[in-house]
């Protein structure tokens, strides 16, 4: 499965470069992105939060896993997979891995979600007054997959920006 996160992708429609899941017989482990009552194997996805159902096919009572293989680029979100039966959470970076069993060939609908939310902007605002240099920088984070939240940034002087309270960044 290839999930490509962009200001083009869709959580909603089919978009240029999107492939379908076509099921096969062989044994091996499968998995789409379930888009509406459409799978993909293939599936362009928005910046924005999202959560979506995975199918997954593979053998019944093997053990088997979802492993990423690999990440291209600096996508601006945090991802990664929910297991509902086990708990276990999967975060979409190089070398992960998610470890299951399923007890059919096909785990049960809703087993499995894939959840998105941007990881975070930055955005620099003009002084509001003139010949003033007291602009702003604007800094969101995400809920998910960063070391550190707004609330525990500062301000460590240097003029590069803020860096977790603790010192470490």
Known sequence: MVLRF????????????????????????????VIGDQKYVAKRLPLEAFDGELFVRSRANMA??????????????????????????????????LAFTLPAHQAEEG?????????????????DCPNSEAGTIVMELGECCGRCYGDQLRDDGSGGGAVPRDGHG
């Open 111 to 127: 087993r499995f979600t894939l959840h998105s939310v941007p990881f975070g902007s930055v955005e620099g605002r003009s002084p």
């Open 64 to 97: 088997s896993a979802i492993r990423v293989v690999e990440v291209l680029g600096v996508p601006g979100i945090c991802a990664h997979i929910e297991d509902h039966v086990t708990g276990e959470v999967m975060v979409l970076e190089e070398g992960a891995e």
């Open 6 to 33: 962009g200001a083009d992708g869709s959580a909603e429609e089919y978009r240029d470069g999107d492939m379908s899941y076509l099921g096969s017989s062989t044994q091996l482990g499968e998995s789409a992105v």
